[in-house]
C-alpha cells in the first residue's frame, strides 16, 4: 500500500542521525539525507529491578514478538501456575484470556501494589465491582502487595516472593507495570527532553526546527490541566502522526492534549474511562462531586438486556466534567465513554448535562427517563444543593 503512494519503505536499523548534515545511518552504513525527519521510536516495556528479571519464563508485552513467546513458552514448558505483576489493563486482558480459553489449565494470580486492579482507569468503588467478577472467574487478585523477589532454579522462575515474606509458586510470570520512551536516537541527536519523553510544541515540533516527532516517545500535556504526561495510549499516537503529516503539508491544526481515554474487555466485561477518577482528581486539586448510576443494555422489559454502571467526576468548583468511568457486560454501552470524553473536551458542566438526551430506541437503550449521564449529572446536582 505504502509503496503504491511512491513511498519507499526501508527495513533496518537507524544507528545514528547526523542533525547537523540532516542525514540518517542505518545499520549495513547507508545514508538517507532528509529536509525534515519524524521521529516515532515508540517506547518499550519496564521491567523493574528485580532479582530474578531475567529468569526464563518472565515475560513483557508489547508487540507480537512478545506475544509469540509467551504462546511458544506456554506449549514448550509445563506451565500451571501464572503469576502477573502489575494489574493494568493489559495484565488483565491477557490473565483474562488465558483463563477464558483454557478453562481449568491453570492458577492464574495478580499482584498489585496499589489497592485495586485497573487502578489508573477507576476509583475503588467502581473497581470493587470488577475485582468480584473476575475473583468469580476463578482469577486470585492480592492488592497492596508488592514483589521483593522472583525466585529460579536452573535459570527458570519457579516463584515470587512478597514483601510480607509469603513466597507464590510461578511457572511463568508477567510484568506489565508499565512502558518507557526509546529516547537513545533523540539523545544522541541531542534534542530537548521533558519528564516523560522528547518535548514536543503542539504541532509535533521537536527543538530542533526540522525534527518533528509523535506517539509514546514524546512528552504530552494533559487537556484539563495543561500539565506534562506520558499519555502512551494508541489513540494519541494515531493522532499525532496525523498531525505532523498536515504540519508538514502547510496546515497548523494544534494537539488538543490528552484524557488518557480508553478501554479493555476482560470475558464479557467492557471497561472503560476517560479523564481524571475521583483519587487523581484530588491529587491535582480539584474538589470533586461525583455519582454512580446502574443503567441497562436495552429497555427492562425487553429480553437479553444486560446492565452497565456509570460514574461521571466534577469540579465543585466550575461544575465542569472532570472524568467518566464505565463498567458494562455488553460491549455497546461501554462506547458511551466517548460521549463522556466529548462532553469534557467541550468544558460541559452538571447543569449542561441535565439537558443531554440520547438517541434512544427500546433495543439499543434505556428508556430516556433513564439515561445515566442526564441521571448522574442530575444526582450530582441534588449533592451540590444540599451542601
Known sequence: MLAAQGITVVQNEVTRVDAARKIVVVADGKEFPYDKLYLATGASSFVPPLEGKDLKGVMTLRGLADAEKIKSYIKAATVRNIIFIGAGFISMEIASLLAETSPGTFNITVIELMDRPLPLMLDQDMSGFVREYLEGKGLLIKTGEKVEKLLGQEGKVIGVQLASGEILDADMVFMNVGVRPNLALAQDIGLELGRFGIKVNSFQETSDPHILAGGDCVEKFNFITKKPTPGQLRGPAVVQGRLAAKRLAGYSIAFPGVLDAGGCKMFDMTIAATGFTEE????????????????????????????????????????????????????????EIDAVTAFILGGKTIADLTTFTSACNPDISSEPSAEPITIAAEQALQKLLSR
Do not use: Y
Open 280 to 335: 487523581n482528581a484530588a491529587k491535582e486539586g480539584f474538589a470533586t462531586v461525583s455519582a454512580v448510576v446502574d443503567s441497562r443494555s436495552k429497555h427492562g422489559m425487553i429480553p437479553g438486556m444486560k446492565p452497565w454502571k456509570l460514574k461521571l467526576v466534577f469540579d465543585q468548583k466550575s461544575q465542569k466534567l472532570l472524568g467518566g468511568q464505565i463498567i458494562s457486560h455488553d460491549v455497546a454501552p461501554a462506547r
